[in-house]
């Protein structure tokens, strides 16, 4: 784009904020407003409002409009990761108010969309490219106080009584004080403390937070506490019903900084900005000149960055990782205090993230597993660490979109709440039960024994809101009980109807398999038929927890093929090893290094690098396809943190390793 076209802006929302950027267009040297989208456009003062921009009737409106370049998503939280995905969709840049996103996983699934489209995508928090930021930092790095040692600033008034009905007090819009202003405090913080060490910004070790929770649910008044990783100790504060000195105050061992509402800067129409400094009875005023609107600053630093081809922020403005990084500490804030909002829960959260209704996919192969009735994805995906509901169903949506209809859980997986994630994320989108590939297990240590599989299936399919699994496994053996006890309690679960494929164990031994396969033969029950042990290219050389059993070895490879055993495999692609972490000189993992670190697995490292470059693929792709290769089913189970991840694994799938190739991998 040329230096000299104007960026032409759309707005979907006009509320009070929007009326703001629109003034920063009007002010800039780079954009220029050409409509606004409005669910009203009747509604009176409009074309007042924003003079000389088009009304148009309809979000959906904006993103076909072919005289729109750039668009600024001024809606209510719960609005922009939906109209940020759909504008990116639909070839947009974009700009969102903050916060981008609700979390963390929202905001990294907004950011991917981005780089898949090729198209800006920023967080308007407008202080971060304004000169008197700049000026901070470069007082910062230049030990003007010394060394940093405690950052506190908040970001706090007093709305004067509860309004259930407007959006800072509706749980349900995600009000707040956390996620409205929050934001501000700490993504100084995090600016400061990275430039303490010459960082644009700086992740907190520790978030501890505490809040008063008003009659609406949301926090009325909150604070939080940051521990960096270089001492920085960072005190942060925000509300919406006590009015706050909203100082930032930067304490060094030399003295001090103190800022007055710093993401003011030196005005909203410009003027002057003050940084007090203090070094004991000294005080020294550094007075931040600036003419031009506040707003004029991040709209002019969007335009630049989409001229010169950039997809986000340069620093100090808050690029891709600064804005998730932000959001995080958000996340673990409001963790701390138990702040969930309505729109996060199932009950409320029924569509994907850019407001689509979820729909079965095509794209990921299936294939028939023995004892398994219907067919199965190729891969089956594990989400055991996501923390609540609403992060988990953005990769369990992307994961049945492409697919997917295989899933992985078990009764001890976050005490339970894995399998209630799942029940509620299948019955919000109404995926036909029929369509589903179901593991469950159970009978984990210490408490793996006969009586407790019923006992535990009861509550896993009560919280897997569903009467069957179609795959159960002993989650751990325990060798001192015979197996035939073991067998003949998951027998009963099978005339039960509760198990509705097959049952095996997970991180059992060849030996106690073949044992329980010979009692089943012997006294009419059902035969266990499927295992989950570790299988990778990369050997599992020390059990990654007490109790695990790797089946990667040629002798295991050899019972497999000979048995036609389906293996679900857990740590398939060698939990990172394949990744570029985990180089050779790179050894701060102790468990990479105590689990997989030797020479033949570095060979075949070596050579999986060697095959990905001529394929150009990744060494990780090659990892996984060795996986699915294998002469006998195993079925790898994935665990994907993002949407982008996960889309890298299934990426994989279609690549066909040859015979050949898997005995050289394997040399």
């Not at 697995?601 to 290769?629: M, T």
Request: net charge negative; with cysteine.
């Amino acid at each position: 784009m040329s230096t000299e076209t104007p960026i032409r802006w759309g707005i979907i929302g006009p509320g009070k904020i929007a009326q703001t950027f629109a003034d920063g267009i009007a002010h800039s040297r780079t954009g220029k407003l050409v409509a606004i989208a409005t669910r009203d456009p009747s509604k009176p003062g409009l074309a007042e409002s924003f003079p000389g921009a088009r009304i148009v009737n309809g979000y959906d409106a904006l993103l076909t409009d072919g005289e729109v370049d750039a668009i600024y998503i001024a809606t209510p939280h719960t609005g922009h990761a939906e109209w940020a995905i759909k504008s990116i969709r639909a070839g947009k840049h974009v700009l969102v108010e903050k916060p981008i996103a609700l979390s963390a996983y929202d905001a990294e699934a907004i950011y991917y969309e981005a780089k898949k489209a090729g198209v800006f995508a920023g967080e308007a928090f407008m202080y971060r490219v304004h000169p008197q930021t700049a000026k901070l930092v470069e007082l910062v790095k230049s030990g003007t106080i010394g060394q940093i040692r405690i950052i506190r600033s908040s970001f706090g008034f007093n709305m004067g009584t509860v309004k259930p009905e407007h959006r800072l007090f509706a749980n349900d819009t995600a009000g707040g004080g956390i996620l409205d202003v929050g934001g501000y405090p700490v993504s100084m913080a995090r600016l400061i403390a990275g430039a303490a060490d010459g960082k644009p910004f700086l992740e907190p070790e520790k978030v501890a937070g505490v809040a008063h929770l008003g009659q609406t649910g949301v926090d009325e008044w909150a604070s939080a506490v940051l521990k960096f990783p270089n001492e920085i100790i960072a005190e942060v504060s925000c509300s919406i019903m006590a009015n706050q000195d909203n100082t930032l105050r930067i304490i060094g061992s030399d003295g001090r900084i103190e800022v007055k509402d710093f993401w003011f800067a030196s005005g909203h129409k410009g003027g002057t900005g003050n940084i007090e400094i203090f070094k004991g009875a000294d005080q020294q005023t550094i007075e931040v000149k600036e003419d031009r609107w506040l707003y004029s600053f991040e709209v002019d630093a969007t335009g630049d960055a989409i001229r010169a081809g950039k997809t986000e922020f340069a620093s100090p403005g808050i690029g891709w990782a600064d804005s998730i990084g932000n959001l995080r500490v958000l996340d673990q804030w409001r963790a701390s205090v138990g702040l969930e909002y309505g729109v996060e829960k199932a009950t409320q959260r029924t569509k994907n993230i850019a407001g689509g209704a979820v729909a079965k996919g095509n794209s990921i192969p299936k294939r028939q597993i023995p004892g398994i009735s219907k067919p199965a994805s190729l891969v089956t995906l594990g989400f055991e660490f996501f923390p609540n509901f609403a992060a988990a169903s953005l990769t369990l949506d992307a994961f049945y979109e492409a697919g997917g209809n295989a899933f992985d859980t078990a009764f001890v997986y976050g005490g339970g709440k894995t399998e209630s994630i799942f029940g509620d994320w299948h019955t919000s989108r109404n995926v036909p039960r029929e369509e589903i590939v179901l593991i469950g297990k159970g009978a984990h240590s210490p408490l793996c024994y006969p009586d407790m599989i019923g006992k535990q299936l009861d509550q896993s399919l009560n919280r897997l809101k569903t009467d069957y699994v179609d795959v159960y496994f002993m989650h751990r053996d325990n060798p001192i009980v015979p197996v035939g006890e073991f067998v003949d309690a998951m027998d009963a679960e099978v005339r039960a109807g509760r198990i509705r494929g097959i049952f095996g164990g997970s991180n059992w031994t060849r030996e106690r398999f073949d044992e329980a396969v010979a009692y089943a033969a012997k006294n009419g029950k059902t035969a266990p038929a499927g295992l989950s042990n570790n299988f990778s290219l990369a050997e599992m050389l020390d059990p990654i927890w007490a109790g695990c059993v790797t089946a990667s070895d040629d002798a295991w490879k050899a019972w497999l093929n000979a048995n036609q055993i389906p293996n679900f495999a857990w740590s398939s692609q060698g939990r990172g090893f394949f990744t570029d972490r985990a180089g050779r000189d790179k050894r701060d993992d102790d468990e990479l290094v105590r689990c997989w670190y030797n020479d033949r697995n570095f060979a075949r490292r070596d050579r999986a690098i060697e095959l990905a470059q001529k394929l150009g693929r990744s060494p990780i792709h090659i990892a996984l396809a060795y996986v699915i290769a294998q002469p006998f089913p195993v079925i790898p189970l994935i665990g994907p943190r993002t949407v982008a991840e996960l889309e890298d694994s299934l990426s994989a799938l279609d690549i066909k390793l040859t015979p050949e190739q898997i005995k050289w991998l394997e040399a």
